[in-house]
């Protein structure tokens, strides 16, 4: 995933589960990620601020983002920036905004609904590269069976995010 670097603002925060740093774009939210989560973009050369000066949606998103963790949120507002997927990426990172909180999907009725049953395991990939973690809620995706499989912050997180929501 490719950011022009000189449009993105980020902003780190603290969450129960970790570090979290945000970056947004003139568009909106453009990525979340947890400390040592896998598929982190080179983040040399962004600006980073101070909450005092954030950007907006950087404020907002970290202020949502905080009652979540506190169970006062269920759901999020903030514009979002997509673009910096393809085109299949985005399409699926939309069809994971559609799993309301506290419902599991599984990878294949993801892929059902993107249009593509047979491409389970590409939606698993972008599923994977989901560049907005938590709010864009790949968490609430499992196994076929039902396992927990597969988050790039780590199961540790997914599970403890499926409980936060009640979803386990």
Known sequence: MRFKTSALRTLRVDSPLGGV????????????????????PDM??????????????????????????AGTRTHFDVPLDLSHGTVFQQAVWQALRAIPTGATTSYGALSREVGNPSAVRAVGAAVGRNPISVIVPCHRVLGADGSLTGYAGGLERKTALLALERAL
Do not use: C, K
């Open 21 to 40: 740093t945000l970056a947004a774009t003139d568009d909106g939210l453009a990525g979340l990620w947890f400390d040592q989560q896998r598929h982190l």
């Open 44 to 69: 040399s050369g962004w600006q980073s601020d101070d909450i005092g000066d954030a950007h907006p949606v950087l404020r907002e998103a970290a202020a949502q983002l905080h009652a979540y963790f």
